[in-house]
Nanobody, 120 residues
């Protein structure tokens, strides 16, 4: 069964850090580009950044440059989103998605999302 599962979300104070995980089952993540997305309450889902199958990173939001990084751990079939210097405006449900081609739609597989809340 093909599945993506996000984890690592939670409540964090402004300026704090979180590492989200995107674990795959049923397929090999390093053959795919993996994108991270987020959806804040009342807003549309937006793409944040993506790691290609050759480990190149594409940022879609200037607001996360220098704060968010994406990486792979192939042995665990997992991609991580390291989020530092978190801001209240980063509050959202975060999703990962996989595409067998280059970064960009259409994404074949989606996770169920993990909530990130940045608040004091």
């Amino acid at each position: 069964q093909v599945q993506l599962v996000e984890s690592g979300g939670g409540l964090v104070q402004p300026g704090g850090s979180l590492r989200l995980s995107c674990a795959a089952s049923g397929f090999t993540l390093d053959d795919y580009a993996i994108g991270w997305f987020r959806q804040a309450p009342g807003k549309e889902r937006e793409a944040i950044l993506c790691i290609s199958s050759s480990d190149g990173t594409t940022y879609y939001r200037d607001s996360v440059k220098g704060r968010f990084t994406i990486s792979r751990e192939n042995a665990k079939n997992t991609v991580y989103l390291q989020m530092n210097s978190l801001r209240p405006e980063d509050t959202a449900v975060y999703y990962c998605a996989a595409t067998p081609s280059a970064c960009g739609p259409p994404y074949a597989y989606w996770g169920q999302g993990t909530q990130v809340t940045v608040s004091s």
